[in-house]
């Protein structure tokens, strides 16, 4: 017993010293660039050196006087359409020093010509991102971002407790909530951040539909449990404390019902949110089926999270013809889509396929080969299916998806409508390739679908002939409406060069590694 005991005591030792050497790596590592950095540091002779410090690099947007928490702005060589940033901005950039954040990235690829300029708006909204990326830097602990801090011994006493003793533990950070229209860069800004995150922090990025189809596959394993909304967020809690999600859009009434319940699970267990939408809190799930068992969500993440609007006068979206891609316009052009798709597949035999989704459910595929499917549009977006099926068909087996003969969409298609916005979210999210034969443009396929406040505001005819005939398919809908200017930003950017470029390498990069384990 004796030398189990001294064992032990030895385990624990060793423990201690690991977590005190880490610390102390970490300490370093902050200081590192500053060290590497003195040369672009200079001392003004005016003043006392330990007391002024003014940053030379080119790519700095601030200076920094008197002391490490003043900061005035600068001159900066790459100032975007001579947008300036408020003292408020200014004073988030702590971050700064150690050389990491958000906005210190932004500028450096700016300076490399990696992104184009960006607007007043968006260096706003970086300056939110870098208060939050500060703020949990510095209270990285108490936050338990850090997935080696703590021990597996810990973590099952903490479970046994809870067993016990109900305990909260609300993170002492508010999340981010950011929301704009289309081509404002809200993905990519998101992206930067989470980019620039430690490796070893509990976080997970991850699209909304994809996240939601998770919970509910979750709840499903977890069936006949008192409460299951528990035990998945205890698991979701577990595996990541800050949660990114991306293109926030509540259009389903079993998502809208437990939200509320489940997030608030994942808050009371740490959780920090960060997401972007179309859609501003108040509007979300507008018009929904029993929106009023929704509306407490709102409540909840207006108090768990800052909302920001990102409002730019720049559009960011690619400006390309659908032309440049595999985007034919005009009724009967099947040929031309078979031929493109048999020249994709070259030697392989195109045969029907079947592929796993989730909860044991195939979906067959009519026409498949070396990653290429083929379906016509109404087997893929006429018949029940939905975000799971188009994850499970891009999740392993394929890349590549030629779709034929997608209809011009109205009141007559709006169900149709709704799987083809999903379709074209979960493509854009895989960064799959799409081949497409359409009746018309994206702009002309989603042109009948309006808002409410579009519909209100149409001008009356002055036939009452010709506004029946032209009113008779046109869909008000708000979640499609909104919707809209997304589904045909990503069409038209997903049939760019920019786009079949990236979507090329990814391929290589997934082949190459695949060789490699082989």
């Not at 990519?188 to 596959?217: C, G, T």
């Not at 960011?316 to 031929?339: D, I, M």
Request: charged share 25%; with cysteine.
């Amino acid at each position: 017993m004796q030398i189990v005991a001294v064992f032990g005591t030895i385990k624990e030792l060793k423990g201690e010293i690991f977590n005190k050497m880490r610390t102390l790596i970490r300490a370093v590592r902050q200081f590192r660039p500053a060290f590497r950095s003195r040369r672009n540091i200079i001392y003004d002779a005016s003043s006392r050196s330990r007391d002024f410090w003014f940053r030379m690099d080119h790519r700095s947007m601030y200076s920094m006087s008197h002391s490490k928490n003043d900061f005035c702005q600068s001159n900066y060589t790459h100032m975007i359409h001579r947008a300036t940033i408020s003292t408020d901005v200014a004073a988030m950039t702590n971050g700064e020093l150690n050389g990491r954040g958000p906005l210190l990235e932004y500028e450096r690829r700016i300076a490399a010509g990696e992104l184009l300029d960006g607007d007043a708006c968006q260096l706003n909204t970086l300056g939110e991102l870098q208060r939050l990326y500060n703020e949990l830097v510095e209270k990285e602990e108490v936050c338990r971002l850090d997935r080696y801090a703590t021990s597996e011994k810990a973590g099952r006493s903490r479970w046994l407790w809870s067993r016990f003793i109900p305990q909260s533990s609300d993170a002492p950070v508010r999340g981010l909530y950011l929301y704009g229209g289309v081509g404002t860069g809200k993905t990519m800004l998101m992206d930067l951040f989470f980019n620039q995150l430690p490796s070893n922090w509990r976080k997970k990025r991850i699209h909304f539909h994809d996240f939601m189809l998770n919970v509910h596959s979750r709840l499903q394993k977890h069936k006949g449990v008192s409460d299951p909304l528990e035990v998945v967020a205890g698991e979701l809690s577990d595996e990541a404390i800050l949660l990114c999600l991306d293109e926030f859009m509540v259009n389903d009434v079993a998502d809208a019902l437990i939200l509320n319940r489940l997030f608030r699970h994942l808050f009371s267990n740490g959780v920090i949110l960060v997401a972007t939408s179309n859609r501003a809190p108040d509007n979300l799930y507008e018009g929904g089926l029993q929106r009023d068992l929704f509306l407490p969500f709102i409540a909840t993440l207006k108090e768990k999270c800052v909302a920001h609007q990102i409002g730019s006068s720049v559009d960011y979206r690619r400006k390309t013809s659908a032309e440049q891609g595999f985007y034919f316009v005009g009724k009967h052009l099947s040929g031309r889509l078979n031929k493109r798709f048999y020249q994709l597949i070259g030697e392989h035999t195109a045969s029907p396929q079947e592929v796993e989704v989730v909860m044991g459910r195939k979906l067959q595929v009519p026409l498949g080969a070396d990653g290429c499917a083929l379906f016509p549009f109404e087997e893929l977006c006429d018949r029940p299916l939905g975000a799971a099926d188009y994850f499970g068909l891009f999740a392993e087996k394929f890349h590549t998806l030629a779709l034929d003969g997608v209809p011009i969409f109205g009141a007559s298609n709006r169900t149709a409508a709704y799987r083809f916005v999903t379709l074209v979210d979960v493509m854009y999210e895989k960064r799959a390739r799409l081949l497409c034969s359409a009746e018309g443009t994206p702009f002309q396929l989603l042109e009948r679908i309006v808002t409410i406040a579009d519909a209100q505001q149409v001008a009356p005819r002055t036939s009452s002939r010709s506004r029946k005939s032209d009113d008779s398919d046109i869909c008000v809908d708000d979640e499609l409406g909104f919707a809209k200017d997304r589904t045909i930003s990503r069409l038209t950017e997903m049939n760019s060069r920019e786009y079949l470029e990236q979507h090329a390498e990814a391929l290589l990069e997934k082949h190459s590694h695949q060789h490699v384990l082989l």
